[in-house]
Structures are given as structure tokens and as C-alpha cells.
């Protein structure tokens, strides 16, 4: 039976480390001996980390066995490093992978507050509809006003979840009004489309 972490014995020390630096990126505060054990038992002995390549060709390295799934789940990364890395995998793969459910609830709240503001009557559908259709992500948890989460959201996803929102709930306040201005000053043209229709 394969040993992954026999396996790193086979390369020197630099590769090993290579990686744990590479991993350590996403993290805020990382602890290398806990993510040296993790890398060892998780990741595939290779000097690729000590090459100078980009996120996407690790995502595209099938010899690495994929371990960024496993990597989110044991350390719940919530960084600006590891937003970049998130939106690099759902570029090349549609997989976003962190979770609401490892955020502070009330940065889901803020953003549920912000999409329950177009629409005329409470929707008890709206918090699923964000877990489904909103990347959680770190630069929302320093969003400081509706305004600048409508920014993170539009640079994270483009105005693909504002449409789908329209959509669903065919919004129509004057708060939608004001959301959709700031979608075409940021250049969504679909949204100016649909403004222009409902005006």
C-alpha cells in the first residue's frame, strides 16, 4: 500500500517545506508544524512547489491528487490569499470551495439583510437562496456598508447572482433601484438592460 508520508522521505527537505510555505499562504496564522504533519499525510511527495508556478497549475496537477478540498476542510482558510485561490478553482473547475456554515453567522446575516432590502415583502427563502447562490468569502467579513458588499460580490461573481436574484424574486424597490446603479457604474451590462426595461 502507497505511504504518502514515507514517500516524502525520498526528497529533500526544501520540497517538503516548499509546500508547507505554499499552503501556509492561505492561512492568516499558520501553525507549520501542524500543516508540515498535514502536507506529509495529505499531499503527494513532488518538488513542484519549489518550481515558480501559479494556483491554477497546481489545480491542473493531477500527479497532487487534488488535496484543496481536504486542505479547506481542516483548516477553514479565511484570508485574501485563499479568496484569490477560491476564485481561480471555480474559474477552471465551478467548485467555490469554502462554506457558510464556517463563517461567522453574522457576516451571512449582513448579506441576507442586504438582498432582503429589494424586495417589497419578507422572503423566508432569501437566507437559502444567498447560501446557494453568494460565495462566502473573506473580504465580505470586512464589508463595512451595503454598499461595499455589492462591490466584494460584484468583483468575486460579476453580476451573474444580482440576475439570478431578479430572477427569482423579480425585486422592486426603490433600494433595487439604487443596486442596480451601482451595477452599471461598475459596468454590469445585463443589469443596465433590466434597469432600463423596468424604468
Not at 509546500?19 to 508540515?36: G, H, M, S, T, W
Not at 477560491?86 to 449582513?110: A, H, N, R, Y
Not at 452599471?184 to 451590462?189: R, S, Y
Request: hydrophobic content about 45%.
Amino acid at each position: 500500500m502507497f505511504d504518502m508520508e514515507d514517500s516524502w522521505k525520498n526528497y529533500d527537505e526544501d520540497a517538503l517545506m516548499a509546500a508547507v510555505n505554499y499552503f501556509a499562504e492561505f492561512l492568516e496564522k499558520p501553525d507549520k508544524e501542524i500543516l508540515r504533519e498535514w502536507v506529509m499525510t495529505h499531499v503527494p511527495a513532488t518538488e513542484v512547489f519549489t518550481g515558480d508556478m501559479d494556483d491554477g497549475d497546481f489545480l491542473d496537477n493531477e500527479a497532487l491528487l487534488d488535496p484543496f478540498p481536504e486542505f479547506a476542510e481542516a483548516f477553514s482558510p479565511h484570508s485574501e490569499r485563499w479568496d484569490l485561490f477560491c476564485i481561480t478553482c471555480e474559474d477552471m473547475s465551478g467548485v467555490w470551495l469554502q462554506e457558510w456554515d464556517t463563517f461567522d453567522p453574522k457576516v451571512l446575516q449582513e448579506v441576507v439583510e442586504l438582498f432582503a432590502l429589494f424586495v417589497k415583502e419578507p422572503h423566508a427563502e432569501i437566507e437559502d437562496w444567498v447560501r446557494d447562490n453568494i460565495n462566502p468569502s473573506w473580504a465580505l467579513e470586512f464589508a463595512q456598508d451595503y454598499e461595499s458588499q455589492v462591490d466584494v460580490i460584484y468583483s468575486m461573481m460579476g453580476e451573474a447572482p444580482f440576475l439570478a436574484f431578479h430572477e427569482k424574486f423579480a425585486p422592486g424597490t426603490k433600494e433595487w433601484t439604487w443596486c442596480c446603479g451601482l451595477l452599471i457604474d461598475m459596468g454590469a451590462e445585463d443589469i443596465e438592460e433590466i434597469d432600463s426595461y423596468e424604468a
